[in-house]
């Protein structure tokens, strides 16, 4: 079991993303997002409990994506993650085990040592595994956060909740 998980926090490249990053010929980034992690982000939201990203880097489609989502604690470039969502919980009025973080890199280490609730996707990296309270059973940027999602869900006794409105 879970406690009661308020925030998710999200990274981006390697979670919401395959890590890829594609840029046309003007040198515009593209990236792929999947469409289960959207819907797991609506699912998230509409049991009232905050979304957040905190990423390294900066791309507008990324805050194309947030909005789409209804995200609107969105950080982009980064350097210190853990003072980004060392404020983020004082401005929402949450403790660290009232949080989790979905990370696949070095850089996700020192919020997911903090969290109450460490996520890594499946193709993290070995030290993001270790710290990981669960290992999603998809890749970053194939359904990671939506399986993340479920699996919070459903450690909190929420899932028939979200399953009702689909009955």
């Known amino acids: 079991m879970v406690g009661d998980i308020q925030l998710l926090v999200l990274d981006v490249d390697g979670v919401l993303t395959d890590g890829g990053i594609i840029r046309d010929d003007a040198g515009q980034q593209i990236k792929r997002f999947h469409v289960r992690d959207g819907s797991g982000a609506v699912i ?3 049991l009232n409990r905050h979304l957040a990203i905190i990423t390294g880097k ?3 489609v990324v805050q194309y994506r ?4 209804g995200i609107t604690h969105v950080y982009q470039n980064v350097n210190n993650k853990l003072e980004i ?3 983020l919980l004082q ?3 949450l403790k660290d ?3 989790a973080y979905i990370g696949d890199d070095l850089p996700d280490l020192p919020v997911m040592r903090r969290c109450g609730c460490p996520i890594a996707v499946a193709d993290a ?3 993001v595994k270790a710290a990981a309270r669960y290992v999603t059973k998809y890749p970053g940027g194939y359904g990671a956060v939506r399986d993340a999602i479920e699996w919070l869900l459903k450690e909190m006794n929420l899932w028939n909740q979200v ?3 689909y009955q």
């Open 44 to 46: 998230w939201r509409r």
């Open 91 to 93: 401005q929402l009025g």
């Open 125 to 127: 990296v070995e030290e």
């Open 66 to 69: 947030a909005e789409e989502l």
């Open 58 to 60: 900066e791309s507008q």
């Open 163 to 165: 399953l009702a409105r």
């Open 97 to 99: 085990e009232n949080a």
């Open 85 to 87: 969502y060392t404020d």
